[in-house]
């Protein structure tokens, strides 16, 4: 029997009305015509989207599950979007919550190559939290952001990633921006200081892309960030695929918290097509994802299903030191976390702002932490 | 005085609450950190996002008017979404609303190359509204697909589109589609009848889809469609660019009706991307958009402001021949009507009924059209 996806929605509507929106989403993500009119037996039987179950959650709330043809995706990231939400995503009572890959789409889209373990073993910590803070704000010159690389990497920091808002700016072009904080981090590392690695954000259509990371990989940087939602997905996959030595962080933006569920997009998609850790904003801090959505969230980053390596669940925005331990008894020793704004505030005293915060994940007992068993 | 966004966003909260909601939009859409921490004073005084307004609009729903650094966004369409809603899209109260883009921005994106008068040139229909249908649905092979495109040729549409769903899956790869429509289409045209111009629908990442144009090009092909949110702005912004004889047909999915107004996204930002035709879901079809916001988009779309060609709006999703006269009395003759299932419909009948369509939108009395002006 040919593969299928399941997707499952939560649709807003009265009850009496459900079963013909159901029906109505199974059409609209699949033939996007009268089903009447279709005269193909093929079509009728195998493309044609089928609702599976309707399962009432609350009042006038229904998890719909629908199920629709791989065929109809290919192995196309792009297209996969497309057949599970493209148009859907016009209706604003429709949220997309999960959706079950068959194993040769999951195979075929391959997930992270490096993953969990690996960013572990490239800062030389094997088992604690990962440490991350950010190259801000933009509108400094790449000069002054390496001298912030530095002051980071002294204090300890594992990962050093660009705000998300710098791009290929005249006040900080991407590849002065490169030269100069590689050159800084090695220079600290040359001088026998530990050495951070660098993350810098791509921006840009695939070929600036790739041009980017052709001046990240000559100043010897293996990690870069996209953000895949504004790169589109089939773009942030073919950069994964075709560079297996760089590790990929994925930035939320745009990822609109609304519509398709935190832990589906950014823990499972943006996973599955290659994420070897993924940005989301924590619980508690300047977004509104609850405890919940981010528990989800990691779970489904970090989860040992389908073959997949774990990609690293990144909490982030609005973090502060005094919460590294409520962070790390909430999601254990398998994450990475960012604090940024947070520390930037101590201004001349930047380092040992920094400073305190690795010292809080590296002392942390992880033989207590409790986490979540994924 | 360097040149500035004005992005509006709309924000649903208290009122007690709405100045530093403002301010915290501002940030984050800026330098995404706290400014007490910023020293740097060009970064201050230019970078940083201003609240330039706030406007009640009605209870707990405020309008507020934030300008942007037009350095932080360069000349990258992916990035200029970015700065105007990357991290905001994660806040489920905000919509971005609007922007006033500098005119120097506008010229680099530069619109349309070719737009509605192109449009209607190229089949020979100077003055009245155009006309399309979509094939589907897919799971049907080309050679099914080139007969359905021979029917509505016949019939005499004028733009033949393909489904969005159709990619380049195995019951009908892009290649194989592409050459037997073309084929089909070009042998009708050479035994005498009415050419229609066939919209192959692009897929995959920005390589695929150059692979996919050039194949459409061997094959006498002048007119593509792309979806711009699954593409990603700056690949979509990057084939027009690169393919200056190609009209381009933008189409919206995934381009989530919710959190950025559609006369924006699809009106105003596509077709200042490039797009020479915007697809959009109809009031009183199968999807939500009111009479207001169709009426706004094809405003945004046509506008003679800023130097911009303008694009064909294309009010689309479960219209039929009955409302013809009604959707020309409300758009007047600057646009392009797309039906589909509701043609499929009539099954063995489907030229006739697709000929019916075309005669109610040639013998509309574009005189006493009233539309709106534009």
């Known amino acids: 029997m040919p593969a299928r996806l399941q997707a499952?929605?939560?649709?807003?509507?009265?009850?009496?009305?459900?079963?013909?929106?159901?029906?109505?989403i199974a059409v609209e993500q699949s033939v996007e015509m009268p089903v009447s009119a279709i005269t193909d037996e093929f079509v009728r039987s195998e493309i044609v989207g089928r609702v599976e179950t309707i399962a009432e959650k609350e009042n006038n709330a229904f998890e719909v599950r629908i199920s629709l043809a791989a065929e109809t995706v290919g192995r196309d990231p792009g297209q996969f979007l497309n057949m599970l939400f493209g148009n859907t995503s016009l209706h604003e009572d429709v949220v997309l919550a999960d959706v079950t890959v068959p194993k040769e789409l999951i195979e075929a889209f391959g997930g992270p190559r490096h993953g969990l373990d690996a960013l572990r073993r490239r800062v030389g910590a094997p088992a604690r939290a990962l440490t991350a803070s950010p190259l801000k704000p933009q509108g400094l010159p790449a000069a002054r952001l390496a001298q912030v690389a530095q002051a980071?990497?002294?204090?300890?920091?594992d990962y050093i990633k660009d705000d998300h808002g710098l791009a290929d700016q005249s006040y900080s072009p991407f590849a002065a921006r490169v030269e100069a904080v590689a050159g800084a981090l090695r220079s600290l590392e040359q001088a026998g200081g530990r050495g951070a690695r660098y993350?810098?954000?791509?921006?840009?259509?695939?070929?600036?892309?790739?041009?980017?990371i052709g001046m990240a990989r000559s100043a010897g940087i293996d990690t870069v960030m996209v953000a895949p939602m504004i790169a589109g997905l089939s773009n942030f996959h073919r950069l994964v695929r075709e560079n297996p030595t760089i590790a990929f962080f994925a930035h939320p933006t745009m990822a609109g918290a609304a519509r398709i569920a935190p832990p589906l997009l950014i823990g499972k998609l943006f996973r599955m097509l290659g994420a070897d850790a993924v940005i989301f904003p924590n619980y508690?801090?300047?977004?509104?994802?609850?405890?919940?959505?981010?528990?989800?969230?990691?779970?489904?980053?970090?989860?040992?299903?389908?073959?997949?390596?774990?990609?690293?669940?990144?909490p982030a925005g609005g973090m502060t030191t005094a919460r590294v331990g409520e962070?790390?008894?909430?999601?254990?020793?398998?994450?990475?976390?960012?604090?940024?704004?947070?520390?930037?505030?101590?201004?001349?005293?930047?380092?040992?702002?920094?400073?305190?915060?690795v010292a809080e994940v590296h002392r942390y007992d992880y033989g207590y932490a409790h986490g979540q068993p994924r």
């Open 199 to 212: 993350v810098p954000s791509l921006s840009g259509d695939l070929d600036t892309m790739r041009a980017q």
């Open 284 to 314: 508690g801090g300047r977004f509104g994802y609850s405890p919940d959505t981010c528990d989800a969230l990691a779970r489904a980053a970090l989860d040992h299903r389908e073959g997949l390596r774990p990609a690293v669940p990144v």
């Open 152 to 157: 980071f990497a002294r204090a300890g920091i």
């Open 327 to 357: 962070l790390l008894d909430f999601y254990g020793a398998d994450v990475m976390l960012l604090i940024g704004g947070a520390l930037l505030e101590a201004r001349e005293h930047l380092r040992e702002a920094t400073a305190a915060f």
């Open 8 to 24: 499952i929605y939560l649709v807003r509507c009265d009850a009496r009305s459900i079963e013909e929106r159901a029906r109505a």
